[in-house]
């Protein structure tokens, strides 16, 4: 029986094969040839890297009761074998073994690669995560991470609900030490370039405010540059080489970043740097500021941290803004306009809807250069018509992004009120639902039993009135 064939946009028709789900792909939509290829392709990589899961975990050795010295000399020659196989090192396929060693502790996450449901980047990339935990959280993660949608899912939202399974899975066994994380280390250099990596690892929140402090100072420069270029100045600052002055373009950020970082440590001459605050927007579930729940913080709406940590920043900080969420789904709760510019309100609920650039595909964060854009366009003459300004037809995009959607080659539209539909060219149009507060749901049990506890408490004894007993009522007293 010959298979259905999918409509081609362009004109021609390409063959339904199977081929691996697109996270929001609306199937009554038609999908373009370059596409289908793309998903097939994508498909078969998948079934192909569970099989060579297979192949890679016939070159571990159990130990099988047998002494260790032997067990541990077998491994090292399956290691060598391995290695010439793949003609790669040795560490890189000890850690191809172990990672395929791991993957029989998580059989759902396996299931789903092995039935092309998930793309083989995604396995990796639980492998990756599992490797850091304690083998007893190993099957909680393959049972949590199954239990999800992971056919119909975005890379965006893969990710995200990655990271805050692995952090709440490690918050019990992290231990539990005052002693400092900031760490500044050299990597291997790299003999062919001649360069070399310099690595600075600290605790999240440190980290987060030393990166915008470099990206304001380099967005500084960068607006001085094109100024200078403008006005035809003889001096650009921080043009070292000439380059600027010969290609009449700005230095990029990335590499002013390197310049301001390794020629002036932040000083930034001759180009004023606006003195702001760096405002970390952590969202903390009021349970786990009480101390009830370990459930992690998130960071800009999109890193998990550890309760812990969420708790210590959250008694450091001296403003406090409440947001509410429905507690069954973790939806943001809107707020209703009529203005064409949203209030300063409705930006930081944005920030928190859509920490990254709602594009999909795009990781650019919010927090950095975007732009807040109407889902539905305000109608300027007439704003009750459609378009408001409240945050349910609101998202973050990325300038770029931004820019393309102005020239409609991308189009979104609002189809429900936790989805948006997106057209993108003529290839696809998948189905994006928005991001929410993953960590309130999880926590409406606990919610629940509190109010429990709380009901039931007994009442405090009232106080006796002054006055005439006679005139006190009868019976029960009032619920008050």
């Not at 600027?244 to 990029?252: F, R």
């Not at 605050?277 to 370990?294: D, F, H, Q």
């Not at 995009?397 to 003529?426: F, M, Q, Y």
Request: aromatic fraction near 4%; charged fraction near 25%; proline fraction near 10%.
């Amino acid at each position: 029986m010959p298979s259905p064939a999918v409509p081609d946009p362009e004109g021609g028709t390409a063959p339904a094969q199977q081929a691996l789900p697109l996270g929001g792909a609306v199937p009554a939509d038609p999908v373009s040839p370059r596409v289908l290829a793309l998903q097939q392709r994508t498909a078969r990589r998948a079934q192909e890297h569970a099989d060579l899961q297979r192949d890679l975990l016939r070159f571990h050795i159990a130990p099988s009761g047998r002494p260790a010295r032997e067990v541990r000399d077998e491994q090292a020659a399956a290691d060598l074998a391995c290695a010439a196989a793949l003609r790669c090192d040795v560490r890189r396929a000890r850690a191809l073994i172990a990672g395929a060693v791991t993957a029989t502790q998580l059989p759902g996450v396996f299931a789903l690669l092995d039935a092309a449901a998930i793309p083989a980047p995604w396995f990796d990339r639980v492998l990756r995560h599992a490797a850091s935990l304690d083998p007893r959280r190993l099957g909680e993660l393959d049972r949590a991470l199954a239990a999800l949608p992971l056919r119909d899912m975005s890379y965006g939202a893969f990710r995200r609900r990655l990271r805050l399974l692995v952090t709440r899975l490690t918050e019990e066994d992290r231990p539990r030490s005052s002693r400092r994380t900031g760490r500044v280390a050299w990597r291997e250099p790299d003999l062919v370039d001649g360069t070399m990596t310099l690595e600075v690892t600290g605790p999240l929140d440190r980290m987060t405010e030393f990166g915008a402090r470099i990206n304001a100072a380099a967005r500084a420069v960068q607006d001085q540059q094109r100024r200078a270029l403008r006005d035809g100045e003889a001096q650009i600052p921080f043009d070292v080489e000439d380059e600027v002055q010969e290609t009449g373009i700005p230095l990029s950020l990335g590499e002013l970043r390197y310049e301001i970082l390794t020629r002036s440590v932040l000083d930034t001459g001759t180009a004023p740097v606006p003195a702001t605050e760096c405002r970390i927007n952590l969202t903390v579930p009021a349970l786990t500021l009480m101390g009830r729940s370990n459930e992690p913080g998130l960071l800009d709406g999109d890193t998990p941290i550890p309760a812990t940590m969420a708790r210590g920043l959250a008694a450091r900080s001296t403003d406090w803004h409440r947001v509410l969420v429905d507690p069954a789904t973790g939806a943001y709760l809107p707020g209703a306009s009529q203005r064409y510019r949203p209030t300063p309100e409705m930006i930081e609920q944005v920030r928190m809807t859509t920490p990254v650039c709602a594009a999909p595909g795009c990781l650019r964060p919010s927090r950095g250069r975007s732009e807040v854009d109407h889902i539905e366009e305000f109608d300027h003459d007439d704003p009750r018509r459609g378009g408001p300004t409240d945050p349910e037809n609101l998202h973050s995009l990325c300038v770029a992004h931004h820019r393309i959607k102005t020239d409609e080659h991308i189009d979104p539209v609002r189809i429900s009120e936790n989805t948006t539909r997106w057209r993108l060219g003529r290839d696809l149009t998948v189905d994006i639902l928005d991001n929410t507060d993953l960590v309130t749901p999880t926590l409406l049990p606990e919610y629940r039993d509190l109010i429990a506890t709380f009901i039931r408490r007994p009442a405090a004894p009232r106080p006796a009135r002054l006055g005439n007993p006679a005139e006190e009522p009868e019976g029960d007293p009032p619920p008050y």
